[in-house]
């Protein structure tokens, strides 16, 4: 027999789009909360089941990776059930429509928080109050309801009504300073990692679970504002105190460590092949030397410590890539494990899936979907000895669940689900107006 899972008897009404509230909600998902995401036929998520409900041949031929990350490369028929962007984050949860600017719609929305414990939106300050979801309202309709907005900077101060996604949140953050390469000062090449996103996931999943946490050994459910840019400038407060206690800002640091060196990710033998290599401290130079014959660079005294090691490192990180470009990434990473010194090997997106480490752990577990096939998705992000978790079910497609949602959950008759189906409110399919 299956043990229950921790989350179970939980159920969480999702309003959250893009990446950062989805990921929270999966996770959430993923050890036994039921939840719904709350969907509509008239208005497309942008950047959450693709960039646009029906993309054209022109768009399809940009080869981004972002806009064309369908099955096989083909939209289908119904394109939002196909895409990376949301069946990464949208497993073991299921999908509800309704459209809440409506009365009707609101009235539906109304006997599902009554049925919840959480409602949960990622939108910008004051979407979900011109709405009619306002906290005060949603409060209303059932008193211990935990409920967890999650705009870009909060509900207060003067960015309170500043729309943006992660990267946008990053930059006023000071976070994409750090990032780039040390000669690159106009930040030409920053990547678009969105770490704000990934924090966010987390970071609310875990906010959620206090709130409810409280609420069961009180009775008493509360507001969450869960500002996304404060969570991440968590992630960052080692810079913020050296630069206060000592004056020092930082800029890019590209792939180097204001505390080791040489830190960095050196080229291979083969094109776009790297590995990485990391020396903590004065021990690890001196193992890194000796493995590599570098007997006199580990008694010269411009090496031995690691201030001399910074001033140095770009001399060193040229001796190093020197060496490596005779070595494949795993036998470099591997010599050097071997002599103590830490190392991998810069692994492709592919490269990872067949990676020995996580298919021993069965890290990454198949799923079938009814309209993408079956794919392996990255896995259960810990494991339980107790209440072990899988994933359970595929992504969730398009109003999928509705006949649950309405008819078991919500106490809708035939009729009335007729009727709201004519409406507008029920169905598979965004309208032709968003194509």
Sequence with gaps: MTPPLPLDGIRIADFTNVYSGPYGTMMLADFGAEVIRVESLQYFPNSTRGTTPRPSQALMSTGSR?????????PGEKPWNRHAMFNCHARNKMSMTVNVRTPEGLEVIKRLVQKSDAV?????????????????????????????????????????KTQAFGIGVEGPCGFTSLRGYTDDVTYQHVPSVVHMDTASGPGSAFALLSALHYRDRTGEGQFIEFPQAENMLQNLGEFFLDAQMNQRPYGPLGNHHPRMAPHNVYPCNAPKSWVAIAVADDAAWQRLCHALGWLTSAMDSRYRTLTGRL????????????????????????????????????????????????????FFEPLTHPEAGTHEYPGILWKMSHTPAHLRTPPCCLGEHNDYVYRTLLGYTAEEIQSLTEAGHIGDTYVEAQG
Excluded: C
């Design 66 to 74: 972002i806009v064309v990350a369908y099955v096989d490369g083909e």
């Design 120 to 160: 949960v939106d990622n939108y910008s300050a004051g979407v979900m109050d011109r709405m009619g979801l306002s906290y005060e309202v949603l409060r209303g309709w059932k008193p211990d309801i935990v409920v967890m907005q999650m705009p870009a900077f909060g509900l207060s101060g003067p960015y309170m």
């Design 311 to 362: 001033e140095h490192q770009d001399e060193i990180d040229a001796a190093l890539a020197e060496w490596t470009r005779e070595h494949t990434p795993q036998e470099a990473a591997q010599y050097l494990q071997d002599h103590q010194v830490t190392a991998g090997p810069v692994l492709s997106v592919s490269a990872a899936y067949q990676d020995p480490q996580l298919r021993d752990r069965g």
